[in-house]
């Protein structure tokens, strides 16, 4: 009997009622997220983690189906409409949306978040996703400054109106995205102006929010907490009571979920998954995930602002060794950019493992053999997933190249995001997960000016090829051109693709309703727990 409880509790633990457990029949879900949020302000949010806790706390025009990426959920609007073209949006808002202090949601709230967004002042990351509407790009680089020109109106409280550039039968899919997550102006003007980051309005006790939960608590380093939201319009199918994000990393994390602590964890180390495999299957799940690992690099930092030497980094990566070796949950090496989509987009076949052809590369740029190679540093954000792929190409690049002086720098999550977004970096880590469910979510921020570009490159038919993209009028004329332009990128790499995603985590039984999805953008309000 002991070695019985030994084998079958190696993983998960005893079987006494735990603290998950008790949580359960509580109603509070307890996740893993990666680390410490940047912010509670859907406008200045980046990373999968912090959306995560957007999604809790607001709620779009458009949200998310439970159980499939490819639906539209009513959001604060109940119904949308466009024209032949699909370039004039019409949003019709419920009466019944309410912040979390009990007051209307409006049309104009929208206006106001749009406006806050696309302010330079407020620089924030996802500024470019609102590029779609009409003027959006221009006023943003304060080209007009007259907001009234931008493609948003409001004709009454619950109306409104987009006007964009580009046809977009894909636009509804696009305002599911944090981005365009309404804020409470009068809130955020209460501890500041429209355009101030990070002020006290993101306090518990001054948040105000729309969506199906509203914030209870942020402790850095150890919690953001989330409590129902008796003012949201669907509160009646809000299960949970409360959700409890931790910023575990990756080892710890499992640790947490062995010892009871966690209903669910955000990734799990590679050499763990053979283990659940066998001893506790029931717990772990691996799936798809629509996404692309791979490296920025700042083409302004000689000697990577020659395209051959980026070509000959990419040509010395041994993807397939990595997938196999490192990452083993399935990932496939990356042989382009954005992964093949179940729309019917496949990127061209570029990237592959040639060293030989990497060396006469690198000889070409002048360092035959790696001989005067300046080098530079690897920058990667703290994970010993992340660092064990560094280490690896570092070993190739010496091992194929000949390069030696390629240091890792390693950086707490917030100020990595800040050195790659100020440029202050050389090659780093990166990882896109998309929007939306459209090839245009990976080729898009490579545009010039840009907010997530932060490499420095930008090609003038590449920005073009995107353009006629999207006035192609069959999805095979425009996925056509879309290849065209993934090729200008491929050819000129500033980018290093490594791997297409998948994921792979933890999950006690107790949780109900947490479905595959592409884009891992989980509607918290039909999650439920049952003990």
């Known amino acids: 009997m002991a070695l019985l409880v030994l ?3 190696a993983l998960v633990g005893c079987q006494r009622e735990d603290f998950a457990a008790r949580c359960a029949k509580d109603g509070i879900l307890l996740l893993g997220n990666g680390s410490d949020p940047k912010a509670l302000d859907p406008q200045l949010v980046a990373s999968v983690g912090d959306s995560n806790i957007m999604r809790t706390l607001f709620e779009g025009l458009v949200s998310y189906d439970p159980s499939d990426d490819t639906k539209l959920e009513p959001g604060v609007a109940e119904r949308w409409e466009s024209n032949d073209d699909k370039t004039v949006w019409t949003f019709h808002l ?9 007051e209307p949601v409006t049309s104009r709230d929208f206006v106001y978040t749009y406006q806050r967004m696309l302010e330079p002042r407020l620089a924030s990351p996802y500024a470019s996703m609102l590029y779609l509407l009409k003027n959006g790009q221009a006023y943003n680089e304060e080209k007009i400054r007259d907001f009234s020109q931008v493609g948003v109106k409001a004709p009454d409280d619950h109306t409104l109106v987009c006007t964009l550039e580009i046809p977009a039968a894909y636009f509804p899919q696009v305002v599911k995205h944090t981005s365009w997550l309404p804020v409470h102006g009068p809130t955020i003007e209460r501890f500041g102006s429209m355009t101030d980051r990070f002020t006290l309005w993101q306090r518990p006790g001054n948040h105000v929010s729309n969506g199906p939960f509203q914030l209870k608590s942020w402790r850095l380093s150890h919690s953001v907490v989330v409590a129902k939201n008796p003012h949201y319009w669907d509160a009646a199918k809000v299960s949970l009571n409360e959700i409890r994000f931790y910023p575990y990393e990756t080892y710890t994390e499992e640790r ?12 799990l180390p590679a050499e763990l998954i053979r283990k659940y495999q066998t001893q506790s299957p029931e717990l772990l799940r691996m799936e798809p995930y629509y996404g692309s690992y791979f490296f920025r690099v700042n083409v302004t930092h000689p000697p990577l602002d020659n395209p051959k030497v980026r070509r000959a980094l990419a040509l010395a990566i041994d993807r397939k ?15 382009g950019f954005t992964p093949p989509s179940e729309g019917g987009y496949q990127p061209p076949d570029l990237m592959s493992f040639n060293p030989a052809a990497a060396r006469a590369l690198l000889a070409e740029a002048g360092y035959p053999d790696g001989r005067d190679f300046p080098g530079f540093t690897l920058l990667i954000n703290t994970s010993e997933a992340h660092r064990a ?3 690896a190409l570092q070993d190739m690049w010496r091992k194929h190249l000949g390069i030696t002086s390629i240091e890792i720098g390693n950086r707490e999550w917030t100020t990595f995001q800040s050195e790659v977004i100020d440029m202050k970096y050389d090659v780093a880590r990166a990882g896109w997960i998309a929007d939306y469910l459209d090839p245009a979510t990976f080729l898009d921020m490579w545009r010039k000016g840009d907010s997530n570009n932060n490499t420095g490159w930008s090609q003038p038919d590449y920005d073009r090829l995107l353009r006629e993209a999207a006035v192609q009028p069959t999805v095979e004329g425009r996925f056509a051109k879309l290849r065209e332009a993934e090729a200008i990128l491929l050819g000129d790499l500033p980018v290093l693709p490594v791997y297409w995603y998948t994921r792979s985590y933890l999950i006690r039984p107790e949780v109900k309703n947490w479905n595959p999805l592409l884009l891992d953008n ?10």
């Open 389 to 391: 792929i560094a280490e």
């Open 321 to 335: 060794s990595i997938v196999e070796n490192i990452t083993q949950a399935g990932q496939a090496p990356a042989t």
């Open 7 to 9: 084998i079958t509790g």
């Open 94 to 102: 419920r009466s019944t949306a309410r912040w979390s202090n009990g």
């Open 256 to 267: 947490a979920f062995r010892g009871h602590r966690l209903h669910y964890t955000y990734t």
């Open 522 to 531: 989980h509607n918290y309000k039909y999650i439920r727990l049952e003990p």
